[in-house]
């Protein structure tokens, strides 16, 4: 269970009699009244800090990019190579979110880049004021980037603005074709899809252009790219991205 959001509660329903049936009835009304009420009221709180955050961005003309997506498909392989990439003329920081360990934030350090490790514990996703909390930990430097790689999971993440500039939502070729339909709120906010492994394609049952179609229908202004951390492929594409967001920020 989501310690922040409450997503995953166990919900129990037993009905005995009819009178029983109406009471529960009538507390499940008054239930779901609360949790929209509390779901209302921890998203305008976090949509302050977010605005706290992105005012700091803006200052800085820092772009500020939010990873997300399930886990294991390749969003810290993706910085680790970006990093490579580009530390060499851009200042690069990362915040990194998973519940548990700094061994993302480790890999990203070893690239070349600063990095700030939250464990989340049992909470499945990042929010304003934990990226807040973050950026009081790094020096950020003017005309910079700060990546922010989300806890791997493609439904509470896609409900918190982190005061981020733009969306990336990774999915894999050892994902199934169908996770934007599934997942439709990840894929309809994001600004740009990166579908990732796909040196992988010769080998799995991936119809990838039946995955693009599906983005699509979910979301017919998102880029997507077909990359490869194994290869580069896709990667100039996505570099120019990058480039051509920050700049918009000027």
């Known amino acids: 269970m989501c310690v922040t959001c409450g997503c995953g509660g166990d919900h129990q329903h037993t009905h005995t009699h009819d009178d029983n049936h109406q009471?529960?009835?009538?507390?499940?009304?008054?239930?779901?009244?609360?949790?929209?009420?509390?779901?209302?009221?921890?998203?305008?709180?976090?949509?302050?800090?977010?605005?706290?955050?992105?005012?700091?961005?803006?200052?800085?003309?820092?772009?500020?990019?939010?990873?997300?997506?399930?886990?294991?498909?390749?969003?810290?392989?993706?910085?680790?190579?970006?990093?490579?990439?580009?530390?060499?003329?851009?200042?690069?920081?990362?915040?990194?979110?998973?519940?548990?360990?700094?061994?993302?934030?480790?890999?990203?350090?070893?690239?070349?880049?600063?990095?700030?490790?939250?464990?989340?514990?049992?909470?499945?996703?990042?929010?304003?004021?934990?990226?807040?909390?973050?950026?009081?930990?790094?020096?950020?430097?003017?005309n910079s980037f700060v990546f922010i790689e989300n806890v791997g999971n493609l439904i509470c993440p896609a409900l918190f603005d982190l005061g981020e500039h733009a969306k990336v939502v990774l999915i894999s070729v050892t994902e199934g074709e169908d996770k934007p339909l599934k997942y439709p709120d990840m894929f309809f906010g994001a600004d740009l899809v990166i579908i990732t492994k796909v040196d992988l394609l010769p080998y799995l049952k991936f119809d990838i252009n039946a995955c693009e179609a599906n983005i699509r229908k979910i979301n017919s202004k998102a880029k997507i790219f077909q990359v490869s951390a194994s290869n580069g492929q896709g990667f100039e594409a996505w570099i120019n991205w990058l480039h051509s967001a920050k700049a918009y920020l000027s």
């Open 23 to 142: 009471h529960d009835a009538h507390d499940h009304h008054h239930a779901n009244h609360d949790v929209v009420n509390l779901e209302s009221e921890i998203l305008a709180e976090n949509n302050k800090f977010a605005a706290q955050n992105r005012s700091f961005f803006q200052a800085h003309q820092a772009l500020a990019v939010n990873f997300l997506s399930s886990p294991g498909s390749g969003k810290t392989t993706l910085l680790e190579e970006t990093i490579k990439l580009m530390s060499s003329t851009h200042p690069i920081y990362v915040i990194e979110g998973d519940q548990h360990t700094e061994l993302d934030a480790n890999r990203i350090r070893n690239a070349g880049a600063e990095a700030y490790q939250i464990q989340t514990g049992k909470a499945c996703h990042l929010d304003g004021h934990m990226v807040g909390h973050a950026l009081e930990h790094l020096v950020i430097k003017d």
